[in-house]
């Protein structure tokens, strides 16, 4: 009976332990990385270090300068931290744009047309290529902004094309169509842009920036807002329906009547003149439509500079220091307003750090 007592005693002394240590293995426990916490603090550090260290806004669109300055704090800290740096809602100093199978004519006037500015002290400079192979003319590496004046040259739905277009969006680039719309649309032309066909007739009516344009919360707003503060300043914010519009021409609208995305138009016959849209492939590219007549093209100076604001736009984010980071990557901002003599910028600066090992 003893015997039995003991085994009972056992069976009951390892359900017990049992019990005790199950309640240990259910214990949540915290999870920690270390690794990307001291990333970030040292981001945040840093940021405010060259904040004060930097005096002149100019400075920062330096990228040798602002390279230098960062290495000094970042590989102090570690030499196997990697980073790069963007700034956010300001105009890129240096604007790359390729004429992607543009004729001679056509590549004349673009170039003549973007041309060279001073904004808040600033230089904005554009390098305009004229290039024949579409594919080239999308070259993430070389350009920043690819202008086409020919959807059936661009060739946006053949294969190798397609995909060339997606890999530049993708990037966070831009692509812009100055055409006529003719008949039918390009169905990857129509979904890069947000365009769709529909019937309205011709009007006398002059071409406005839609009450769209005046609202910071919507697509278009930067454009107007360059338009209006870009040098030299615009003499109207109207424009000849005849250097948009003719008859041969099937009108744009923007699906629904939507115009969050519509910068010029006719109010009167609900025709769009030109149309933006942005975050097209995985949340990033941008892309505008502007028609354009047979045989005129940017032959007035307003003209010329609603074709800088576009093309400005397109650009997108100044990438001052290019880094491919992509192991444990954490990223840090801060805001530095320009207050400049031409416009208000308010600059995000983005830092985004990793480790290389």
Same mark, same amino acid.
């Not at 004060?52 to 300068?65: I, L, P, Q």
């Not at 149309?275 to 007549?293: E, H, K, L, Q, S």
């Not at 805001?335 to 750090?353: A, C, H, Q, T």
């Given at each position: 009976?003893?015997?039995?007592?003991?085994?009972?005693?056992?069976?009951?002394?390892?359900?017990?332990?049992?019990?005790?240590?199950?309640?240990? &293995?259910?214990?949540?426990?915290?999870?920690?990385?270390?690794?990307?916490?001291?990333?970030?603090?040292?981001?945040?550090? @840093?940021?405010?270090?060259?904040?004060?260290?930097?005096?002149?806004?100019?400075?920062?669109?330096?990228?040798?300068?602002?390279?230098?300055?960062?290495?000094?704090?970042?590989?102090?800290?570690?030499?196997?931290?990697?980073?790069?740096?963007?700034?956010?809602?300001?105009?890129?100093?240096?604007?790359?744009?390729?004429?992607?199978?543009?004729?001679?004519?056509?590549?004349?006037?673009?170039?003549? =047309?973007?041309?060279?500015?001073?904004?808040?002290?600033?230089?904005?400079?554009?390098?305009?290529?004229?290039? $024949?192979?579409?594919?080239?003319?999308?070259?993430?590496?070389?350009?920043?902004? =690819? &202008?086409?004046?020919?959807?059936?040259?661009?060739?946006?739905?053949?294969?190798?094309?397609?995909?060339?277009?997606?890999?530049?969006?993708?990037?966070?680039?831009? @692509?812009?169509?100055?055409?006529?719309?003719?008949?039918?649309?390009?169905?990857? =032309?129509?979904?890069?842009?947000?365009?769709?066909?529909? =019937?309205?007739?011709?009007?006398?009516?002059?071409?406005?920036?839609?009450?769209?344009?005046?609202? @910071?919360? $919507?697509?278009?707003?930067?454009?107007?807002?360059?338009?209006?503060?870009?040098?030299?300043?615009?003499?109207?914010?109207?424009?000849?329906?005849?250097?948009?519009?003719?008859?041969?021409?099937?009108?744009?609208?923007?699906?629904?009547?939507?115009?969050?995305?519509?910068?010029?138009? $006719?109010?009167?016959?609900?025709?769009?003149?030109?149309? &933006?849209?942005?975050?097209?492939?995985?949340?990033?590219?941008?892309?505008?439509?502007?028609?354009?007549?047979?045989?005129?093209?940017?032959?007035?100076?307003?003209?010329?500079?609603?074709?800088?604001?576009?093309?400005?736009?397109?650009?997108?984010?100044?990438?001052?220091?290019?880094?491919?980071?992509?192991?444990? @990557?954490?990223?840090?901002?801060?805001?530095?307003?320009?207050?400049?003599?031409?416009?208000?910028?308010?600059?995000?600066? &983005?830092?985004?750090?990793?480790?290389?090992?």
């Amino acid at each position: 009976m003893k015997g039995f007592m003991h085994i009972v005693e056992i069976i009951l002394v390892t359900l017990l332990l049992f019990f005790v240590l199950s309640q240990f &293995v259910l214990i949540q426990r915290t999870s920690t990385d270390w690794p990307k916490a001291k990333l970030y603090l040292l981001g945040n550090d @840093v940021l405010i270090a060259m904040n004060r260290m930097v005096y002149s806004d100019a400075d920062w669109f330096d990228s040798g300068y602002m390279k230098s300055t960062a290495d000094s704090l970042i590989h102090g800290s570690a030499a196997n931290i990697i980073y790069s740096m963007t700034l956010r809602n300001v105009v890129p100093p240096e604007i790359k744009v390729s004429c992607g199978a543009c004729t001679a004519d056509e590549f004349s006037k673009l170039q003549g =047309a973007l041309q060279n500015f001073k904004l808040n002290g600033i230089d904005i400079v554009f390098r305009v290529d004229d290039v $024949q192979n579409v594919n080239r003319s999308l070259d993430v590496e070389d350009y920043d902004v =690819a &202008v086409f004046f020919d959807p059936a040259r661009a060739e946006f739905s053949r294969g190798i094309r397609k995909q060339a277009f997606n890999n530049f969006l993708r990037m966070g680039k831009g @692509v812009i169509l100055i055409s006529d719309i003719q008949g039918s649309i390009d169905p990857t =032309a129509a979904s890069i842009f947000g365009i769709k066909t529909v =019937a309205r007739a011709l009007d006398s009516q002059p071409v406005r920036f839609t009450d769209e344009s005046g609202y @910071v919360n $919507q697509t278009v707003y930067t454009i107007k807002k360059y338009y209006d503060n870009f040098p030299p300043p615009a003499t109207s914010s109207s424009f000849n329906p005849a250097l948009f519009f003719n008859a041969a021409e099937k009108p744009i609208v923007q699906s629904g009547g939507n115009k969050g995305n519509v910068l010029l138009w $006719q109010q009167t016959t609900d025709r769009a003149a030109c149309i &933006v849209n942005d975050r097209i492939v995985g949340g990033n590219g941008r892309a505008v439509w502007m028609t354009r007549p047979e045989g005129i093209l940017f032959g007035a100076e307003d003209e010329r500079l609603l074709l800088r604001s576009i093309v400005a736009w397109a650009a997108g984010d100044y990438r001052l220091i290019k880094t491919r980071v992509d192991n444990n @990557v954490v990223s840090v901002s801060m805001y530095r307003m320009i207050n400049g003599s031409d416009m208000f910028e308010p600059m995000e600066i &983005v830092l985004d750090l990793g480790y290389s090992y």
